[in-house]
């Protein structure tokens, strides 16, 4: 059985850094592309950045180039995501999600973590 | 950037369908995916590839798309249809996924 299990958020300061986990099992994240995704409280769906099953490839959103870095253990089975100088608007939930492999659809996902950045 | 336009809200009472619709310029030439969220939980994958539905998605949910215009149908709708529901294409001109601005159905 495929499960996505994020952890990591928490409540950091503008400016501060934070640490994403999303440790996959019941697959090997090296055979499939791996994404993450946010929603602001109250908001829609927002893709962030995305990894290539091969690792070598990486994607990431405008709003977060620079900052955001994803990036994975293949030996732990484990996707991350480095957020660096955050700002209050980075505050949502942060979902990991499966790329299914067939159309860019996520057909897994976990069920979230918060991150909020307040002073 | 790319961008997906989806009405805000839709209405529509139990037994009937629904029809949420998703705005883009050519999006009948990309592969359109919808995802159906229930207020506290993930998104679920209800169609891929513009039309398939994964296992264990009813087959009252269905997807087309042409032109600028992708639609998901939801027949007879049940009110454990009430949910939010977005598209989804990756852009090849940015290398970038794009979410449609969701849908909130409410069953009357």
């Known amino acids: 059985e495929v499960q996505l299990l994020e952890s990591g958020g928490g409540l950091v300061q503008p400016g501060g850094s934070l640490r994403l986990s999303c440790a996959a099992s019941?697959?090997?994240?090296?055979?499939?592309?791996m994404t993450w995704v946010r929603q602001a409280p109250g908001k829609g769906l927002e893709w962030v950045s995305l990894?290539?099953?091969?690792?070598?490839?990486?994607y990431s959103a405008d709003s977060v180039k620079g900052r955001f870095t994803i990036s994975r253990d293949s030996s732990k089975n484990t996707l991350s995501l480095q957020m660096n100088s955050l700002r209050v608007d980075d505050t949502a939930v942060y979902y990991c999600?499966?790329?299914?492999?067939?159309?860019?659809?996520?057909?897994?996902w976990g069920q979230g973590t918060m991150v909020t950045v307040s002073s | 950037s790319y961008v997906l336009i989806q009405p805000p809200s839709v209405s529509v009472a139990p037994g009937k369908t629904a029809r949420i619709t998703c705005g883009g310029n050519?999006?009948?030439?990309?592969?359109v995916n919808w995802y159906q969220q229930k207020p506290g939980q993930a998104p679920v994958l209800i169609v891929y590839?513009?039309?398939d539905r994964p296992s264990g998605i009813p087959e009252r949910f269905s997807g087309s798309d042409s032109g600028n215009t992708a639609t998901l149908t939801i027949s007879r709708v049940e009110a454990g249809d009430e949910a939010d529901y977005y598209c989804?294409?990756?852009?090849?001109?940015?290398?970038?996924?794009?979410f449609g601005t969701g849908t909130r159905v409410t069953v009357l």
């Open positions: 999600a499966k790329d299914g492999g067939i159309g860019g659809a996520f057909d897994f």
């Open positions: 019941g697959f090997t994240l090296t055979s499939y592309a």
């Open positions: 990894i290539s099953g091969s690792g070598h490839t990486t």
């Open positions: 050519s999006v009948g030439d990309k592969s």
């Open positions: 590839y513009d039309s």
């Open positions: 989804q294409v990756w852009d090849n001109d940015s290398d970038h996924y794009v």
